[in-house]
């Protein structure tokens, strides 16, 4: 019966993370529906598989995912470590100015939203975002990206992310947008591009590079009603601590990735 009892018990597990996926956040529903075990059943077994290094929650403890294994290609496997390591910082820096913040790094033509604190937030800010992809040209993540990558990189980006009309206009303004932004240390949001977007009008961003040796290897912002302070005073309060956050972030990745390939 003892025997029963733990074949029964390793057979829902492993249905578990047969139902779960290590590039695709599932909701307690979802793996619901897929396995068709009981809520609570789900509850204790994620819990043992989080306990475990199998699973991992978002910030806010809603969805799952699979934590991908050392044998996955390289790309797939840097998503999900930055991901992971990046959680409890953007928790931590939420909790202290309650303002959300994303963490996005590029591929294939534009910045992909990868982990995000905006249902930790009191405050309404699109709170689907997760995996979202957003312009590298206008947002402040996709800014922050491009201004710290080299001239050639830069161009394969924008080649990538523009038509080549849009490439080719406009570049000794971006170019200089860009200079400005390594001066300062952090990008904002193209709020005349966003004002013509309904749903991100009303909303405005800083973000800074995270950075792997002498590039970004991804970016990672602040979120605020652009209504309730002034950009020049979000920069004032938040910049020091979201600049701190990004080199936390950096180093807790950079041996996360040791640990990892050490395996």
Known sequence: MENRTELRTLSRGLAVLRALDAHCWRSLMELHVRTGLAKPTL???LQTLEANGFVRRTV????????IQPTAPETRLRKSLLA?????YLDELCQEFLWPSDLA???NGYMEVQETSRRRSPFVLNRILLHRKVSVRHSGLGRAYLAFQDETTRQDILRVSDTPRKARRGMAELENLLARIRA?????RDIAHYSRRSVQAHLNAIAVPIMGGHSAIAAVNIIWIASATPEAEMVRMCLPRLR??????????RTKQQEVLSV
């Open 184 to 188: 300062d240390g952090y990008a904002c």
């Open 43 to 45: 509850l204790r077994m």
């Open 60 to 67: 806010d403890g809603r969805e799952y995912r699979a934590v």
């Open 84 to 88: 992971e390591t990046a959680a409890p």
């Open 244 to 253: 701190a956050t990004a080199e936390d972030i950096a180093k807790a990745f």
């Open 105 to 107: 790094i590029y591929e």
